[in-house]
């Protein structure tokens, strides 16, 4: 297929990014040229072939039904463990799948920009293959996020008062450096890859009629929705997110995409001012509803896991149980689950939340 305009892209159904470059395959680009990277939604076909690339760094999640959040909450509710993954959260199966799959060029070194768990997942992929890997985080961010990617071996450079404003700065290392810019959501491998959690969902729970995850830039909830539609589930996936950082439910919900003016949330896996072309794009056609959470709420929940299940969640983690309790009476009788994304909360956030209960 031959596309050469961003319109022409959005008739054929392609999602579009845009990309400055100094190496476009064997071509020199000017810098601050702009090419077009034509990004094609992945299907349940990429999921499955994502599994065994994802299957040599990742176990199946545990799937379990916790007697103390049943009756806390009066429902039917699974926790789906990706907090059990290798690094802490469900990121690592995209990341494992990229970077499994990048060309010799690529395997020269990677950037990317990260509040921590996409990073992590980046940094573990990149040490097992043997690529290079530079990434950047907000300053202030989660210092034990941190460590653990340093400790991956990953080049790590502190810049930007958020999420977005270290991207910007990964734009231009990739410049700089010629290197492959790994885009956080904008990403079909990512995205292929982390729907392989909903695979292990729906073979071990088939008549499951309700999912709920927490939304940043939106790979957890399109590889789940992309699985469920594929394989022909009628269970509904409901996306949550911080009122704090709500680009994506009020873009979702609202006749036009909006750009936020803040993300400063506790739940830092959540935390983005923007909506990503490729991610947005399928969730705009797949997701069922969106829901927002208060910095209370998002706090409550990091309690409620550990009351309930004893499991040690961060913000983004616990943010679906804690919604499933905000939509008590409109899932009742309804087999749920709750996808406990990530346990990778800092000693100080964790401390806070439990000495304000
Ligand atoms: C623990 C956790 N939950 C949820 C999310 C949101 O994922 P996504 O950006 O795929 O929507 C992230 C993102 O890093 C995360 O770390």
Known sequence: ????????????????????????????????????????????????????????????????????????????????HENHNPTGAFKVRGGVNLIGSLTAEERRGVVTATTGNHGQSIALACAREGVPCTIVTPLDNNPEKNAAMRAYGAELIEFGRDFDEARERVEQLQHERGLRYVHSADEPLLIAGVGTYALEIFEEQPDTDLILVAIGGGSGACGCSIVRTGLGSRAKVIGVQAERADAFARSWKGPSRVVGERCDTLAEGMATRVTFDLPFGILRKELDDVVTLSEDELAEGVRLALRTTHNLAEGAGAASLITAVKLRDRLAGKKVVCVMSGGNIDRGTLTRILTAA
């Open 1 to 80: 297929m031959s596309v050469k305009t961003r319109r022409e892209a959005r008739l054929a159904g392609l999602s579009v990014t845009r990309q400055r470059s100094v190496r476009a395959g064997r071509q020199e680009w000017p810098v601050g040229a702009i090419r077009w990277r034509m990004l094609k939604a992945p299907a349940l076909a990429d999921v499955y072939a994502a599994r065994p690339r994802v299957a040599r760094v990742v176990r199946p999640t545990p799937l379990i039904r916790h007697p103390l959040l049943s009756r806390e909450t009066g429902l039917d509710i699974l926790v789906k």
